[in-house]
């Protein structure tokens, strides 16, 4: 290799083993993190009042979701690398202060594209925010205490996610969408001064330049390949820009990964992948993320346009997941320090592929029973998923690349969130677009090319527009409804057997992870 330069000297006075009160740390890091999961729970929410006031199609609505996924995936690993250089404590109250006023010019926004761009920019900041908070984490609490605190880490994630959709459903139903972007507000002026007098400086001082030739292979690397994927449904599987956009992803990927082994200070040092609790772990996150966040996007959609409920009481429906996570967490922190990551992280995504397998059986009146309880198993199944790869992670990496370690960890599952929101909504809509003439019937055979085009995409929103059924017989308007109520299901059910499938293969991989960790001080050889 090009550059060899050894890491794993003892920490300095700004990067050592403990730096700051553990538990303190903890709360002042969670404040901040806290309001990216707000915002990751609210939009399931507010997505379809967001959707309707802004007239926006489903293209539209996956583009707020994955620019602001793609975003965070594109420059995590960019930001862990500026914790480790700059400072995490640094680096997280910047992305505290970004994140608090991107999230008020969003709900700003009047337009589709505006809103669109802020969810970029709120991207970009939440990308600081969390791995320095992991970083951060990383440093305070010893190694042996690191399961404990990743468990105490989860559930107050899932505090935050359990507050999510109550919260953004009251403020949806009684406010209006935007004030559920306002609420980061407050939030972020409690964390910047909680963090500002709690928080210890740590970074490692060892790396002398951020790789940019690597933040712009990844960054373009990224971008095709969600574009792809996004686009392919409306241009054709087969089609010739289909398969350029693939190409360029295969081109720039492989170039990403050509020049991370000869730069002299790699975006992704290369050598974090030989461990491999680190490089499985990495795979684990985004495929579990993949499962959860894809099929989790379109129950918003279920709860107000199939199920007609208010965004309040959708919120209510998806409590029993987001609280379950409250117990849920601190259990798979235990779990794995007495049985260890194989078992339990295989178990987890067992009980997370029996939860998806029974949400794919959901039907169009189901009760609150029926959809709590597969939600109450996924909180149960995810856990120790989301403990255990964040905790081999970051806990396998050397302290001097923390920051970097929290930026792969977060990546994985964001890119896998990202992925599993494309490629799942490619598959609801191949569904609703094969299932929907067939519940038609001789109603879809009299409707012009346009509107049936039109009715299609309504589809995936689970209702049909009003300027859709304009002059219409009731009688009539009542077939188009059924109909893409009935191709709705079909479709989401869909998406959640492919869920199911996916969780059992990485059950499958899950077996494949070593318990060891990585000495302090062990040297690792960059570039």
Do not use: C
Request: hydrophobic letters at 55%.
């Amino acid at each position: 290799m090009a550059n060899t330069k050894t890491v794993g000297s003892p920490p300095s006075s700004e990067g050592g083993a403990s730096v700051g009160n553990p538990w303190l740390t903890l709360l002042a890091v969670s404040l901040g993190v806290i309001m990216v999961m707000l915002d990751g729970t609210v939009m399931g929410v507010a997505a379809p009042k967001m959707g309707a006031e802004l007239k926006a199609t489903l293209s539209d609505m996956q583009w707020v979701t994955n620019g602001y996924l793609l975003a965070l995936a594109v420059f995590l690993i960019t930001a862990g690398k500026l914790g480790d250089i700059y400072g995490h404590r640094r680096v997280f109250l910047v992305g505290v202060v970004g994140f608090a006023l991107s999230s008020a010019a969003i709900a700003l926004s009047d337009s589709v594209t505006s809103l669109i761009i802020f969810r970029v920019l709120q991207g970009l900041f939440g990308a600081l925010l969390q791995p320095a908070a992991l970083a951060l984490l990383r440093s305070a609490f010893p190694k042996e205490r690191l399961a404990q605190a990743m468990g105490a880490w989860g559930a107050i994630i899932g505090l935050s996610s359990a507050a999510g959709p109550i919260l953004g459903g009251l403020l949806v139903e009684k406010v209006n969408w935007q004030s559920v972007f306002w609420i980061n507000v407050p939030v972020g002026v409690v964390a910047l001064v909680v963090g500002i007098m709690v928080l210890k400086e740590n970074r490692a001082g060892v790396l002398s330049k951020i790789d940019w030739p690597g933040v712009v292979l990844l960054s373009g690397m990224m971008f095709a390949l969600v574009w792809t994927i996004i686009k392919a449904p409306e241009w054709g599987w087969t089609d010739s820009l289909t398969l350029i956009w693939a190409a360029v992803f295969v081109v720039l990927a492989a170039a990403f990964i050509w020049w991370q082994g000869r730069a002299k200070d790699p975006l992704v040092p290369l050598s974090l992948f030989r461990n491999p609790s680190i490089s499985i772990g990495t795979v684990l996150m985004m495929m579990v993320a993949f499962a959860m966040f894809g099929a989790m996007f379109f129950l918003g959609f279920f709860f107000q346009g199939v199920h007609g409920l208010d965004p309040l009481e959708a919120g209510l429906r998806m409590l029993p997941m987001s609280a379950g996570m409250i117990v849920a967490s601190p259990l798979a922190a235990v779990a794995l320090g007495k049985l260890g990551p194989k078992i339990t992280m295989s178990a987890g995504l067992l009980i997370t592929a029996l939860a998806m397998f029974l949400m794919s059986r959901i039907g169009m009146d189901a009760s609150f029973v029926e959809t709590g309880l597969p939600f109450l198993l996924l909180a149960f199944g995810m856990s120790p998923v989301f403990v255990g790869a964040t905790e081999i992670i970051v806990g396998n990496a050397p302290m001097e690349l923390s920051g970097a370690a929290g930026g792969i960890q977060q990546s994985a599952m964001q890119v896998g969130g990202a992925l599993g929101t494309a490629i799942l909504g490619a598959v609801m809509a191949g569904t609703i677009s094969d299932k929907l003439g067939g519940y038609l019937g001789p109603v879809g055979q009299a409707m012009p090319a346009p509107a049936l085009e039109g009715l299609e995409k309504a589809a995936a929103f689970g209702t049909v527009p009003p300027e859709l059924t304009q002059g219409l017989q009731q009688q009539v308007v009542d077939a188009l409804s059924n109909a893409v109520r009935l191709s709705f299901m079909d479709g989401m059910n869909t998406a959640f057997t492919v869920s199911t499938i996916v969780a059992l293969i990485t059950a499958a991989l899950a077996l494949l992870v070593r318990s060891g960790r990585k000495v302090e001080g062990e040297p690792v050889h960059i570039g």
